[in-house]
């Protein structure tokens, strides 16, 4: 069994180590669905933790139907990402119908495995058209790892399909659940779907009292943590550890 934690900054990776993750999904902007991180934050996760690193390659908020000028950029990031020693990437590309962008994908899953590391399709698959289709195509491309929490807002309402998914396509690729993963239903989610690998932001919030004043504001959270930002909880790092066992 294997605990993924979703990070937004070299703060987080810290805080997910020493709740003892082994491995992070690094961004930045979780607010907007994750973004991808800076080589800086990468840097220093490399430098200072011992969790394997997959990095987010995302170029804005929204959908996953990307513009030439957006795609241009996921591949630059893409390199130095993997030139600052990620060991893997996170990433998706959608037609405007749902279906798999074959080309762009394939094109980033060429670059991902030329430096050896892992090309995970992230949760852009929830929003595809077809999920056997998707997977059967995901396979063909060689991705390593997808994560999805069953096409529903949560993966525990999405047990069915990812149950179905698991037997289905787990010989051939990784299925790694997530969304709405905790300790409460983390042990269950894995015994009545077989899958082995979760995902889990174990958030918590730290307040800054700069956030609004004069009229001004910058919140992005609702009450009662508008003038608060999300981080990792180590705490609940450890607490969703204990729980899978």
Request: charged share 25%; with cysteine; aromatic share 6%.
């Amino acid at each position: 069994m294997l605990l993924e934690i979703c990070c937004g900054s070299y703060y987080d990776a810290l805080q997910a180590e020493s709740g003892g993750a082994k491995r992070i999904e690094l961004n930045c902007g979780l607010h907007l669905g994750g973004l991808t991180p800076s080589t800086a934050s990468l840097t220093l996760v490399k430098e200072r933790c011992q969790v394997k690193v997959i990095a987010m390659l995302r170029p804005r908020g929204g959908g996953f139907h990307y513009s030439n000028e957006d795609f241009e950029l996921m591949l630059r990031e893409c390199q130095e990402l993997l030139r600052h020693d990620a060991d893997g990437i996170a990433f998706g590309c959608l037609k405007k119908d749902g279906n798999l962008d074959w080309e762009r994908n394939a094109k980033l899953i060429s670059n991902i495995h030329e430096y050896g590391k892992e090309a995970v399709f992230h949760r852009a698959f929830d929003c595809s058209s077809n999920p056997e289709k998707t997977m059967e195509s995901l396979i063909a491309l060689g991705i390593d790892r997808v994560l999805t929490s069953g096409l529903k807002a949560k993966a525990i309402e999405g047990k069915a399909l990812l149950k179905r998914l698991q037997e289905t396509y787990g010989k051939d690729i990784q299925i790694l659940a997530g969304s709405g993963i905790n300790a409460s239903n983390a042990k269950q989610l894995m015994e009545e779907t077989g899958i082995q690998q979760v995902h889990s932001s174990c958030k918590d919030w730290l307040c800054d009292p700069t956030t609004s004043a004069n009229g001004v504001s910058y919140a992005f959270a609702t009450a009662p943590y508008e003038s608060c930002y999300d981080v990792v909880s180590a705490t609940s790092v450890r607490q969703l550890l204990n729980a899978m066992d």
